[in-house]
């Protein structure tokens, strides 16, 4: 079990300002900017108090509609230099039902590229469940699900690219084939085993770690070390449930590194579980609950991350059982500000855009009031009260010392 002992340390600095900035926000509220996330703070996760607001653009990534087949889902998010690129699973508007492998790059997840396929499901029927990696080098790693194996089961293929566009020396996109696929030696079931949209790839210094699970052995998230190439060596369990894993990120926090799952499994709700070492992971707690009938269905999550900053979490997820009609969602952890009016109604944020900013609705009208500001967990005040003459339609920024920009 993981515990902390230690208080929740605030990551914003004292002196927080909120002061309107030439912009124009939506005409039926006001946007709030410099509100991501600070440093990964543990405490927060631990307690289960996060300030995750749904982004205003639901969903946020969706397919194209060249091709009739259209079902995008299984976020990996990795950051660049310029921003993040996104790798994704999907039908991305095609003319067949096969899952392949995409990315698209986002400088801050307000506006988004092209999409570009970069793997084939080639002699399988599906490739998706992606989760990515980008090593110091500027070069990428890659992990999904390949259909069928030999046993007519699901089976983690591993991928290479020097550039993120050339995979396993071939042009885009690389067409999967059996040599692709991982063999985990030490798992005794690995050779029958369906490891169906649970296999994450995670880089810790020099070793290249891969979680998964096996529906036909399920009840546990297990964890195999990278001998060479597509050859792992078989570790152990590190968590126990029943959940699909999908995403792994590690961060510094005051007492030491901490490691975070993201874990789904086809229904309502989203869960995470902690570690200190990236081997023994506490109990599941939950993230998030679906927002509408759109997302009733979450099918995958991939956290977004900044340095040592949790900035928020993507996740497929769709409006029927079936799991066919998916799309891209997200969610931001983000500081809160909220205006209160001079009459004492409080006007608290109900959506964001992207990690750095929020939206707040006010009735029609100039209103005099003042700020309050909150951290993360939207409950610890860091400032205020501010005074605050605000109306829908206008930009303000907040100004913390450790905001993101």
Not at 5 to 34: F, H, K, R, Y
Not at 83 to 89: E, N, Q
Not at 243 to 261: E, I, R
Request: charged share 20%; net charge negative.
């Amino acid at each position: 079990m993981f515990v902390l002992a230690s208080l929740i340390v605030l990551s914003a600095a004292q002196g927080a300002t909120v002061s309107p900035i030439p912009g124009q926000a939506p005409l039926d509220a006001i946007e709030v900017v410099g509100v991501a996330a600070g440093d990964f703070n543990p405490a927060m996760w631990q307690a289960d108090t996060l300030n995750l607001l749904p982004d205003a653009r639901h969903p946020l990534i969706k397919p194209h509609y060249a091709g009739l087949f259209r079902n995008i889902y299984a976020p990996s998010a990795v950051q660049t230099p310029e921003g993040w690129r996104v790798f994704f699973g999907a039908w991305d508007g095609v003319d067949t039902p096969n899952d392949r492998i995409y990315y698209v790059d986002t400088h801050d997840f307000l506006d988004f590229g092209n999409h570009h396929r970069i793997i084939d499901h080639g002699a399988f029927i599906h490739t998706c469940n992606v989760s990515a990696i980008r090593d110091k080098d500027g070069s990428y790693e890659i992990v999904c699900t390949a259909y069928p194996d030999k046993q007519g089961d699901n089976k983690p293929a591993y991928f290479t690219s020097p550039d993120g566009e050339h995979w396993n020396g071939d042009p885009a996109p690389h067409k999967a084939t059996f040599d692709d696929l991982v063999d985990i030696e030490g798992y005794d079931k690995y050779t029958n085993a369906d490891i169906n949209g649970m296999n994450v790839l995670f880089r810790d210094g020099k070793n290249l770690y891969l979680y998964f699970a096996d529906f036909h052995n399920f009840g546990h998230v297990y964890r195999a070390t990278q001998i060479k190439g597509t050859h792992f060596q078989f570790d152990g369990p590190v968590f126990e449930g029943h959940y699909a894993v999908n995403d792994v990120k590690k961060f510094a926090g005051p007492d030491g590194p901490v490691y975070l799952m993201g874990l789904h499994m086809n229904q309502q709700h989203l869960w995470y579980a902690l570690s200190k070492d990236g081997m023994h992971f506490g109990k599941e707690q939950t993230l998030l609950t679906h927002r509408d009938a759109a997302d009733k269905y979450i099918v995958a999550i991939g956290w977004v991350c900044k340095d040592n900053r949790l900035l928020g979490v993507l996740y497929g997820a769709g409006a029927v059982g079936s799991l066919d009609h998916n799309r891209i969602f997200g969610r931001w952890l983000q500081r809160k500000v909220v205006f209160v009016a001079d009459d004492g109604t409080r006007y608290e944020p109900d959506e964001a855009l992207g990690p750095n900013r929020q939206l707040i609705r006010l009735p029609e009208g100039r209103h005099k009031g003042h700020w309050e500001v909150y951290a993360e967990d939207g409950k610890t005040l860091l400032a205020g009260p501010l005074p605050a003459d605000a109306s829908n339609g206008h930009v303000f920024k907040l100004d913390v010392s450790d905001s993101v920009h």
